[in-house]
């Protein structure tokens, strides 16, 4: 007949078994969730490389097309004002050379507000494809931190 002692004993060590089963589990969860957290930064991290390299490369892309741009005009605008020159130079009379300068300085005017328009507008474009990839991580960053959250 058993004692009671080893009643108590019994019951005793079935409880710490209990306790020992829980902590165990609670550890392997624990580790689990520790082992995919880092998996989910690597992730992250890596894809926030390539979205550092897609917004460096739109910079690249978007500072070569300014400059292109910026030489092309300088260029049609030096052609424009040596076609004025010349026109200039071989005018007949004092209304003609008035007219002509006041033709080109109306025409190069314009120009210049086209294109200032036109470089305005490229670079509202290439900031949004710079920042666009980056602020895409941003808010990716905002949604793992917010899903680890207990």
Do not use: H, W
């Not at 890596?46 to 550092?52: D, N, P």
């Not at 007949?92 to 300068?101: F, G, P, Y």
């Not at 086209?114 to 808010?139: C, H, I, W, Y």
């Amino acid at each position: 007949m058993p004692t009671k002692a080893k009643t108590e004993t019994n019951g005793a060590t079935a409880a710490l078994d209990s306790m020992a089963a829980v902590s165990n589990e609670a550890v392997k969860e624990n580790m689990e969730k520790v082992m995919k957290s880092f998996g989910d930064f690597s992730a992250f991290g890596r894809e926030t490389l390539e979205a550092v390299m897609t917004s460096a490369n739109a910079l690249t892309k978007n500072v070569e097309t300014f400059n292109n741009e910026t030489i092309n005009f300088s260029k049609q605008s030096l052609e424009d004002g040596m076609s004025a020159a010349k026109a200039a130079m071989t005018s007949r009379s004092v209304q003609e050379l008035i007219e002509i300068n006041t033709d080109f300085t109306k025409s190069a005017f314009d120009s210049y507000m086209g294109q200032l328009n036109k470089m305005s507008d490229m670079m509202v474009s290439a900031a949004k494809d710079t920042t666009e990839p980056l602020n895409d991580r941003f808010t990716a960053m905002v949604e793992m931190v917010q899903s680890y959250r207990p």
